[in-house]
């Protein structure tokens, strides 16, 4: 008799620990949606410890019993690595590259969702700039420091070249020169004050050569200060520092479209 009830406390104690442990097997439940029912504690009369659950709300309230998935059948989604990032959407300039993932297997009876499938993150390339793009690499802040076009290579007397004499030659061309033509948003009074810079006034269009000694390969091969599409950038004339102001690009061109020629140069 007393090897009985030795057994029957043994018992009764390992039901009380499987269930202190809050399980949902010992408890046998698994609940749908959001019951708060479906506690499960050692103590019947919950004055002594916190209940788990074995409902699918746990999941949300992160209060559910540590065997809750494994016996409530609660699949959280399985999603693949990440892919390489691809390539920039755009050959010159500021673009985006994605990456994605793929899904290896649903969530099921209320288990964790499956997040993003694609990422996106800003890219920068300069390798496809052709000479009409290259404001797209750091021109909107830059200041163009001009010159008088009278210095411009294209209005200079070119020195004689014996070797003009033979029927092979051709003179050389500079393709990475080029024009940019401005309007004129606002300027300085003292840009009136000296012929060098009384073309830049207000309203009023000049011409701008990007000659070969102002070109910049590390912006692309540009000039400092050629400016973006339809948006201010500032300019100032080296030969006086009270000259300077703002100005809208309006295009660009293979030669300056100006009558005379350019009315400033890059330096």
């Known amino acids: 008799m007393l090897q009985l009830l030795i057994f029957s406390a043994v018992v009764a104690a390992a039901a009380v620990e499987a269930a202190g442990e809050g399980s949902c097997a010992a408890a046998k439940k698994c609940c749908d949606g959001q019951d708060t029912d479906c506690a499960v504690t050692h103590d019947v009369n919950f004055l002594s410890s916190d209940p788990c659950y074995c409902d699918q709300g746990c999941l949300d309230m992160g209060d559910c019993c540590s065997d809750f998935k494994d016996y409530c059948g609660v699949i959280d989604c399985r999603l693949s690595g990440w892919s390489e990032w691809s390539d920039c959407s755009t050959s010159c300039g500021i673009g985006e590259a994605t990456r994605t993932r793929t899904i290896l297997h649903p969530p099921a009876n209320g288990g964790r969702e499956c997040g993003d499938l694609e990422q996106t993150k ?146």
């Open 122 to 267: 800003v890219c920068r390339t300069e390798g496809g700039c052709t000479r009409r793009s290259r404001d797209k690499i750091s021109a909107l802040r830059e200041t163009a420091q001009l010159l008088p076009g009278k210095w411009s290579s294209k209005r200079m007397v070119k020195s004689w070249d014996v070797r003009q004499n033979l029927k092979s030659y051709e003179e050389p061309i500079k393709k990475d020169e080029y024009c940019v033509v401005f309007r004129v948003d606002k300027a300085m009074k003292a840009c009136l004050g000296s012929k060098d810079t009384m073309e830049l006034h207000r309203g009023n269009q000049v011409c701008v050569s990007c000659e070969s000694k102002a070109i910049r390969e590390k912006l692309g091969d540009r000039c400092t200060g050629h400016g973006v599409d339809f948006r201010d950038t500032r300019f100032k004339s080296v030969l006086s520092s009270a000259c300077h102001g703002r100005w809208e690009r309006i295009r660009i061109e293979d030669e300056c479209p100006c009558p005379g020629g350019p009315h400033f140069i890059f330096v």
